[in-house]
């Protein structure tokens, strides 16, 4: 199944290529994109197409920071409809609910949390994008527009606690520390956000509740009645649950409110089971982390939910037919 993104994920696109020598059309062109996507904001483009213009773009301009380049003039309203209904909440924390109930109807895969605890949010936003080949540059995009929109209510001198990527820093830190400061940390455990609670209470004091109202009925409407298929609502939950040790089916069942039967006849009905999904998931991350090459293997294994090296070592071995050290030495490194 083929996941989409509106085209307003591309804003600025064009103008940054230009800028960094390159032919923006030409490139599109590569990874089969209309070039009606630049104009028609609301036009459904492959998420996974999009990944590969921003890498493609990053590799032949030589700019490890390309997807952040596009942050620097985001607005909310890039978000379409989304905006609408996140404008009006009362507070930040009703706002980030809002922009991440919503979010995939503007990129379908991502997978957003927010998560609370002892003081501290944390927004976690994560790509699935079900194809090899790295995402950094749509990752940095992702959350930097994030970043931004939580900038334009929390006033231009709010700072998160840390801003956090998975994937290791670039050759030159000094876009990323101009845009987040020095908060930015890379090799971390997931890509996202670390706020405090006190941001989330912060009011909002343009929300209009009657607007609210009228802005959540427009864009159900403008959703119509379509619901995120099982196989990817079970992928979303693995993606927090493989790390912990615990991702059975009987706990991805009592995250989606049913029991394990109704978990795997739903599966059957979109032609998997919930063992293929584990490892389409396990084989997207360990493809992520193997070619990283930061991470110990033994530290891969226990992200991917494996309880010792030698069982992460045969399931490599069986899903990729190599040996995942060998397979890290011979990756090229930048």
């Known amino acids: ?43 459904r483009i492959p998420s996974d197409a999009v990944r590969r213009l921003l890498e493609a773009s990053a590799t ?69 994008l079900g194809q090899e080949g790295s995402s950094r540059q749509a990752t940095e995009l992702l959350v930097g527009v994030m970043y931004r929109n939580l900038k334009y209510f929390l006033g231009p001198d709010w700072s998160p606690i840390r801003v956090c990527f998975t994937h290791p820093p670039p050759q030159d830190p000094g876009l990323h520390i101009r845009i987040f400061g020095y908060v930015v940390a890379f090799g971390q455990d997931f890509n996202g956000l670390v706020c405090t609670t006190r941001d989330m209470d912060a009011p909002n004091p343009l929300a209009d509740p009657v607007m609210a109202r009228y802005a959540r009925q427009m864009l159900e409407a403008t959703a119509g009645s379509g619901r995120m298929a099982t196989v990817d609502s079970v992928r979303h939950i693995l993606l927090v649950l493989l790390a912990t040790g615990e991702c059975s089916i009987d706990q991805v069942a009592q995250q989606l409110g049913v029991d394990r039967r109704t978990v795997h006849r739903r599966l059957l009905r979109e032609g998997t089971t919930f063992t293929d999904v584990v490892n389409m998931v396990r084989r997207e991350m360990a493809v992520h982390y193997v070619e990283d090459g930061t991470r110990p293997l033994s530290q891969v294994a226990e992200l991917l939910g494996f309880s010792a090296l030698s069982a992460f070592s045969r399931w490599y071995k069986q899903q990729f037919g190599e040996v995942a050290g060998r397979r890290r030495r011979s990756e090229p490194r930048a």
Do not use: W
């Open 1 to 43: 199944m083929t996941n989409l993104v509106r085209s307003a994920s591309l804003t600025n696109y064009a103008d940054v290529a230009r800028a960094a020598g390159l032919d923006p059309l030409a490139l599109l062109a590569d990874v089969g994109l209309n070039p009606a996507c630049l104009h028609d904001p609301d036009l």
């Open 60 to 128: 032949v301009s030589r700019m490890d920071n390309f997807g952040l380049r596009m942050v620097e003039t985001r607005q909310l309203s890039n978000l379409g409809v989304v905006a609408l209904v996140a404008r009006e909440e009362p507070t930040v924390r009703r706002i980030v609910r809002a922009m991440l109930r919503y979010s995939h109807l503007l990129n379908e895969s991502v997978y957003a949390k927010l998560e609370e605890a002892d003081g501290v949010a944390v927004i976690r936003e994560e790509l699935l």
